[in-house]
């Protein structure tokens, strides 16, 4: 098969170009001016603002975040996915009503998401208190920026699992039970290989946006120095302290983890694409 | 396998897809269930798979009732209409997951696939993805990975519905020499009533969740027992008015009953071609169509119009012709009652040649 490459018009030309500058300007200048901004200051400057205590504490907390809720995500996205697609004990108004509110977060900013989590379990509430005295406090504490994470963040795994269970069908799990397995049997030898590469696009963008996550989480944690500071909200204080060095060293480092983590995105939609492809 | 099927209902919401639905099936026996879409057998066949719970009714299995006992225990084989074969695994791994479940030694596992996959006649594919099978190939793969843990009862799922029209016949007579030689009780769903009749030792013809009639093909040709089930057969014409028809005048005692004429009840030919003249009717020639290896004739007798077959080695009939019309017998059913009629003028002890 030949194809001619299609003509385009003059307009159609102009617009392309001005997509391309919108690119560069929005996207690639910035990010260029944070390298060069971090490369300016030298080498020493950068490692001596990256070894700020403050800045190794809140790369910490970001690991740890991230990790916590990647992993919690992983886990209830996929429960919850298989709930709205396969649970027939629940009728379909549920799981219908189920799946609109699953994208809730989505259609609320992540600052109120983080303000409801204040309210609903901060120090002067009943909730909150109880837990307070128990030894957990969860609001200006690790719990709250794990669930207000997890808020931001949910959707992304359920929308990513739903429909490739919805392709599958059940005819596969059902032919599985008939030739002896149990659910649990079935889930990991026949559902698990079908989903394995939508849940690795849903990690990766669980990780892309735990990563990022500022609004709710700097609601939530209170922004405390060496306690619960993040690295998104120390380069908000850096920024605020007029400490632009330090803050461009700070976002060269997401900036990094931003880059790695587009090209596996790009790993898993191909072999995602790949699988859909081998039905 | 010896099953028994009693009182068995079914209802999605308020749809009630089984009623009353009661059969048995003898060990070894190639059962078909026919019938329209949507007519509720491939619910029965869920129900027997324990896929679905009947809302009442027993199934038993060996006199013993099964509707509390899993999928996972019942050792039934299933092929699914679209075969659900498991898309990211070989074709050898396909046929042995039962096995790998049922922890088989891997020695035993890889002579019962290789024994499988020569039955199938599949030898030689046994490391290719289900993606890179043709339809037929497939299909093959699932019959294979049904039967390899040795069922008692194998279930079939509209398991010609999506292959095209010729493999389709090579798997159907292949099919039943298969379940033949293995000598596995089955039970198969159809709209396919040429399928059916062709494949099956016994036929069920299923009509919005009930059972019509059980017989074999031959005896649900000949003498269905409702009109339904004599209209889903073969091909045929209902027709009212049918005592001006000559030989059956004596119809009109039953002023509200139907006719029903299959193409095959009825000849024509030339005049003078027939040899009971004295029992035919003229007609004319409505219409031909050429059906590969017979025409189809309508016929106009009077205000009727009949179909009947013509073969080729006949002379062609025109249309506009004037034809002899000998209808051999009728099938007449009314709200009560439903017989066969032959045509008494057959029996003429003078019949006349013109």
Not at chain 1, 40 to 47: A, E, H, I, N, R
Not at chain 1, 132 to 153: E, Q
Not at chain 2, 22 to 41: D, V, Y
Not at chain 2, 267 to 292: M, Q
Request: aromatic content about 10%; overall charge neutral; proline content about 5%.
């Amino acid at each position: 098969m030949t194809s001619r490459p299609p003509r385009i018009s003059r307009t159609g030309k102009s617009l392309i170009g001005f997509t391309y500058m919108l690119f560069i300007v929005l996207l690639l200048v910035p990010l260029l001016q944070i390298v060069f901004g971090a490369g300016k200051q030298g080498m020493g400057s950068f490692t001596q603002s990256l070894l700020r205590p403050e800045a190794l504490h809140a790369m910490w907390m970001t690991f740890s975040v991230v990790v916590v809720v990647t992993l919690l995500n992983t886990f209830f996205g996929i429960l919850t996915a298989i709930v709205i697609v396969r649970g027939d004990w629940l009728g379909r108004r549920v799981r219908q009503l189920m799946n609109s509110i699953i994208d809730l977060p989505f259609a609320v900013s992540p600052v109120i998401g983080g303000f409801m989590i204040v309210l609903l379990l901060g120090p002067h509430t009943v909730l909150g208190a109880f837990l307070a005295k128990v030894g957990m406090p969860v609001v200006y504490a690790f719990p709250g920026m794990v669930l207000a994470t997890l808020f931001v963040t949910f959707p992304l795994m359920v929308r990513e699992v739903v429909p490739v269970l919805q392709e599958i069908g059940t005819q596969q799990e059902e032919a599985a039970s008939l030739l002896g397995a149990y659910s649990w049997t079935t889930f990991w030898k026949v559902t698990w290989p079908s989903i394995r590469w939508g849940v690795t696009y849903g990690v990766v963008l669980t990780i892309a946006r735990s990563l990022g996550e500022f609004g709710a989480v700097l609601v939530v944690s209170g922004n405390i120095i060496n306690k619960t500071q993040t690295m998104t909200t120390l380069v908000y204080q850096d920024v605020d302290n007029f400490n632009i060095a330090a803050a461009n060293s700070v976002s060269l480092v997401l900036a990094v983890g931003s880059v790695t983590l587009l090209l596996l995105m790009e790993w898993a939609k191909k072999r995602k694409g790949v699988q859909a492809d081998a039905h | 396998m010896h099953i028994e099927v009693r009182d068995l209902n079914k209802w999605f919401g308020q749809y009630h897809a089984v009623r009353n639905v009661n059969f048995s099936i003898e060990p070894g026996q190639l059962i078909g269930l026919l019938g329209p879409s949507g007519g509720g057998k491939t619910s029965v066949l869920r129900m027997l798979a324990g896929l679905e719970r009947p809302d009442s009714g027993e199934i038993r299995f060996y006199d013993k009732v099964v509707n509390d006992v899993p999928p996972q225990e019942r050792g039934i084989g299933f092929v699914f209409q679209h075969y659900a074969l498991f898309k990211h695994m070989t074709v050898f791994d396909n046929i042995a997951f039962g096995l790998t479940i049922q922890k088989w030694p891997k020695d035993r596992i890889r002579a019962r696939v290789a024994e499988l996959l020569e039955l199938t006649g599949l030898s030689g594919i046994e490391k290719r993805y289900p993606h890179q099978l043709s339809g037929g190939q497939r299909q093959r793969v699932a019959f294979a990975r049904a039967l390899a843990p040795e069922p008692q009862l194998l279930l079939l799922d509209e398991p010609f519905a999506a292959i095209d029209a010729k493999i389709r016949k090579e798997l159907r007579s292949w099919l039943k020499s298969l379940i033949d030689r293995v000598g596995i009780t089955s039970i198969f769903v159809t709209h396919d009533q040429d399928e059916a009749i062709e494949v099956a030792d016994e036929i069920m013809i299923i009509q919005q969740g009930s059972v019509e009639q059980k017989g074999t093909p031959w005896d649900i040709y000949k003498t269905p027992q409702t009109p339904f089930v004599a209209e889903f057969i073969g091909e045929s014409t209902i027709l009212t008015n049918v005592h001006t028809l000559k030989g059956f005048d004596s119809t009109s005692a039953w002023p509200n009953s139907k006719a029903l004429i299959r193409p095959e009840y009825i000849e024509v030919g030339r005049v003078g071609e027939l040899r009971l003249a004295s029992a035919s009717e003229r007609g004319i020639v409505k219409a031909l169509h050429f059906r590969g290896s017979e025409w189809l004739v309508e016929v106009a007798v009077g205000e009727l119009t009949l179909k009947t077959y013509r073969t080729l080695e006949n002379p062609v009939l025109q249309i506009g012709e004037e034809v002899q019309v000998l209808v051999h017998r009728i099938y007449l059913f009314n709200e009560d009652d439903h017989w066969v009629m032959e045509n008494p003028l057959k029996e003429d002890p003078m019949p006349v040649h013109i």
